[in-house]
């Protein structure tokens, strides 16, 4: 199917354990970006990135960790969860071309740090 | 550094009135200004964007926005409300200038329409 998808949609983890969000895009966007999205402080970006084995931090990267070794995926992993990071997550994508600065959504992914 | 306010959580409206979200914004150069809606256990939906050109910018589903740029502000508006506009509005700005290429967000404003 054509899009952004991401999984799980749902995850209950544990304190210290390693947790991996998945984010999958058809479009070969260069742009893929991970925010999380917490009551009162609207999304937050984590890290994003310009194109594959090329990443950066955004606002709140502590206590995560990305990678992408390929164009349409573009996972997120909390090495050691805590639950501070109980959290909605998104991901997004978005192309280079001129004007398409629009970002298109995942469903996102609802984590829960026990 | 970018930043954008939503200075109210959530506005109230009643069917068939006009609405208006808020948005102000801060960059040092020229922004791009956006907005997304979320319904309820979904991802964001673009509704509309400002590049460049006029300000008044028409999106998706009879919104609209205005750029004022004294006023470093870009509201959303609708001008007769329905139902099923009820949903959470984040409003998000870029400053091209930066090379910095996210987006950043408001904390959102959740639109309640009343029948």
């Known amino acids: 199917d054509a899009g952004i998808t991401q999984s799980p949609r749902y995850k209950i983890t544990e304190t210290g354990r390693q947790v991996t969000l998945m984010c999958h895009q058809t479009?070969?966007?260069?742009?893929m970006f991970w925010y999380r999205q917490d009551l009162g402080h609207g999304l937050r970006l984590i890290y994003y990135?310009?194109?594959?084995?090329?990443?950066d931090k955004g606002e709140v990267p502590d206590g995560y960790v990305v990678s992408r070794s390929k164009t349409e995926n573009f996972p997120l992993t909390l090495e050691s969860a805590t639950r501070s990071q109980t959290s909605v997550y998104f991901c997004?994508?978005?192309?280079?071309?001129?004007?398409?600065?629009?970002?298109?959504f995942g469903a996102g992914s609802r984590l829960t740090v026990l | 550094a970018q930043s954008v306010a939503q200075p109210e959580d959530q506005v109230n409206v009643a069917e068939g009135n006009p609405l208006t979200v808020k948005c102000t914004y801060s960059?040092?150069?020229?922004?791009?200004l956006f907005w997304y809606v979320q319904y309820p256990n979904r991802g964001l939906q673009f509704l509309l964007k400002?590049?460049?050109?006029?300000?008044l910018v028409k999106g998706s589903y009879g919104f609209e926005a205005e750029f004022n740029k004294s006023q470093t502000s870009f509201h959303l508006k609708k001008p007769s409300a329905l139902v099923s506009d009820s949903a959470l509005y984040f409003c998000?700005?870029?400053?091209?200038?930066?090379?910095?290429?996210?987006?950043?967000f408001g904390s959102g404003t959740r639109l309640q329409v009343q029948p």
């Open positions: 479009w070969s966007h260069s742009y």
């Open positions: 990135s310009a194109a594959a084995d090329i990443t």
């Open positions: 998000a700005v870029r400053d091209p200038r930066t090379g910095r290429r996210a987006l950043t």
């Open positions: 960059v040092s150069g020229n922004p791009y």
């Open positions: 400002y590049i460049t050109g006029d300000n």
């Open positions: 997004a994508s978005r192309g280079i071309a001129s004007g398409a600065n629009v970002l298109t």
